[in-house]
């Protein structure tokens, strides 16, 4: 895959809340038992992110083929997985509007996602440091692989000051 450029943009609360809204409508008709989450910076209002909107999708363990085979069906671009998470975007994987996170319901995964979430919300100092490492992370990365490794210890570090999620 080319090397992707990482540029943060202001926060758009009320754009990124309405696409992941639209995409929300469609997952739950999709898959009708899921748990469906905003994530990611997108969700943290005025916090300057990728123009891109994070969506964690819980599913039980029982329901991760059909609902992975649904995803791929309805077009969402599969770009990878491991145990317990895929990641599969739209409109596809070289013009990212939104990435779904696929993982089991109340999973590890899941906890860390959201617990992260509600700490930047919460914490204006978590999110100033998460902030920094972003910034330097776009402008020191040229693929999204490489921007979120160089992310990962700030994560584990505001993850483990919540209690032990690192």
């Known amino acids: 895959m080319e090397a992707d450029s990482i540029e943060l943009v202001p926060a758009d609360p009320q754009g990124w809340v309405a696409r992941f809204d639209v995409v929300r409508g469609r997952l739950a008709s999709l898959l009708p038992d899921a748990e469906i989450e905003h994530i990611g910076s997108t969700s943290i209002p005025d916090l300057p992110a990728k123009d891109v909107v994070d969506v964690l999708v819980g599913v039980n363990l029982h329901q991760w083929s059909t609902a992975t085979d649904l995803l791929n069906s309805d077009g969402f671009d599969c770009e990878g997985h491991r145990e317990g998470h895929a990641w599969f975007s739209l409109p596809n994987r070289k013009n990212r509007e939104i990435i779904v996170h696929l993982v089991e319901i109340q999973g590890r995964q899941w906890l860390r996602r959201i617990v992260f979430r509600d700490i930047l919300r919460r914490d204006i100092k978590a999110r100033e440091r998460y ?12 693929d999204w692989g490489a921007y979120t490794t160089h992310k990962a210890d700030v994560v584990a570090a505001i993850l483990k000051s919540a209690g032990g999620l690192d």
């Open 131 to 142: 902030l920094s490492v972003k910034r330097e992370a776009a402008a020191r990365t040229k």
